[in-house]
C-alpha cells in the first residue's frame, strides 16, 4: 500500500505545478478544484495553503464581478473538503458577504 501511495503521488507532483501556473495565470477557480483532489490524495499542508489562496483569489473575483456570484456554492463546498481547522474562518467570512450581498448559499 506504502509503494502504491508514493507512486501515486509521483504521478501527481505534475499536477500541482500545473496548479500553480493557473494560480498564476488568475485561473483560480481550477486551482482550487485541482488542489482540492491533491488534499485528498494527500493530506500535505502545501496543498492546503494552495487550495485556501485559490479559493480566496475565487472569492476576490466574484467580490469584482469578474466570476459569477453562483461560484460561491461551489468555492465553499470545495473548502469545506478539508479537515484544516483555519477553514471556518474563511468560511464564515464568504457566507457572510453572501448574506449581505444576497448571493444564496447553504
Known amino acids: 500500500m506504502c509503494g ?3 507512486g501515486r503521488l509521483r504521478i501527481v ?3 500541482v ?3 500553480q501556473r493557473r494560480l498564476q495565470d488568475g485561473q483560480f477557480y481550477y486551482a482550487a478544484k ?8 494527500d ?3 502545501e496543498y492546503w495553503e494552495g487550495k ?4 480566496v ?3 476576490q473575483q466574484i467580490i469584482a464581478g469578474h466570476e459569477p456570484r453562483g461560484t460561491l456554492q461551489d468555492i465553499l463546498q470545495i473548502l469545506h473538503n478539508t479537515g484544516n481547522p483555519q477553514v471556518e474562518y474563511t468560511i464564515r467570512v464568504m457566507k457572510k458577504w453572501a448574506k449581505d450581498n444576497r448571493v444564496p448559499v447553504s
Open 17 to 19: 505545478a500545473h496548479c
Open 57 to 59: 483569489g475565487v472569492f
Open 52 to 55: 485556501r489562496g485559490a479559493c
Open 34 to 41: 485541482a488542489f482540492d483532489v491533491l488534499e485528498r490524495l
Open 43 to 45: 493530506p500535505n499542508p
Open 13 to 15: 507532483q505534475p499536477a
Open 4 to 6: 502504491y501511495l508514493q
